[in-house]
């Protein structure tokens, strides 16, 4: 009995050792398979020509915004949405969370931004276009969209300039559509990017990691129900704002993913 024992045991052990092997070996040449910049640019390059070329686009979406405490314990928001673009100035999103639903429209002319929990709204006249938009949010206003690259019209020019580093990882699969999955880094954050293989390239998951910030916190955005063309719903593009609204300053537009006051810093922390 105890050399059944004992022989069960040696053999959890070597089987052991043979599984770590071959997870070392299959780490090690994850670099040699896998990491194929120019292929990884040129899947990159395809996506955001397809995107490019795609005059009316709906999908619907679920992000996670981690933040870290001063106890370095990480805690992920998470909301839903949807959003629908027609190239080149028209944009309608709205989005639901845990603390806040909010929704924007743009009709290449103004932005309103509608709070519903607080029953606040802002409008700015913006002519222009959805780049146009995406960069005056971010400079003008201070409220940068996240994941606004990707809606923009050459995204592969808005990501790749400061990429220091770029891999092909392969396969992978995000909610059932088998992707490309591509890494890349910068001095400041890395990113990954899983692309939907085949005819429609469009972007399945996308994840931002501030890998400068203690923590190194992540920003990941899943896109499902992707429509293009005649899929496309009708949309006027406007917000019905709700009577008895309250409309604020254009500086004081309520923010489309702000981090929640229950989760901001207290004044002297």
Not at 64 to 77: C, F, H, P, R
Not at 186 to 211: F, K, L, M, N
């Amino acid at each position: 009995m105890q050399d059944s024992a004992r022989k069960a045991i040696e053999g959890l052990k070597i089987s052991a050792t043979a599984l770590m092997l071959a997870t070392a070996v299959g780490l090690a040449n994850v670099p040699s398979a896998r990491a194929d910049e120019a292929n990884a640019k040129t899947l990159l390059k395809a996506m955001s020509d397809y995107m490019a070329s795609q005059k009316a686009i709906s999908f619907d979406y679920d992000t996670t915004l981690e933040v870290v405490t001063k106890q370095n314990q990480k805690l992920g928001l998470a909301s839903s949405g949807s959003l629908t673009l027609n190239r080149p100035d028209k944009i309608h999103a709205t989005r639901t969370g845990g603390f806040a639903n909010v929704e924007l429209a743009f009709d290449g002319k103004s932005l309103t931004l509608l709070g519903k929990n607080a029953n606040v709204y802002g409008q700015v006249d913006t002519p222009g276009t959805i780049d146009h938009l995406v960069d005056e949010l971010r400079d003008k206003y201070g409220r940068p969209a996240p994941a606004a690259d990707l809606l923009m019209s050459n995204l592969y020019n808005q990501l790749m300039p400061q990429v220091i580093d770029t891999k092909d990882l392969g396969s992978g699969v995000i909610g059932g559509v088998e992707c490309d999955h591509l890494a890349f880094r910068t001095e400041e954050v890395d990113w990954e990017i899983w692309i939907a293989q085949g005819a429609r390239p469009y972007p399945c998951r996308y994840v931002i990691t501030s890998s400068k910030v203690v923590g190194e916190p992540q920003y990941t955005v899943e896109i499902r129900a992707w429509k293009t063309g005649a899929e496309v719903a009708s949309d006027t593009f406007k917000l019905q704002v709700p009577a008895g609204a309250k409309k604020l300053n254009a500086g004081d537009l309520p923010d489309f993913d702000e981090l929640p006051s229950i989760f901001a810093m207290k004044k002297g922390q």
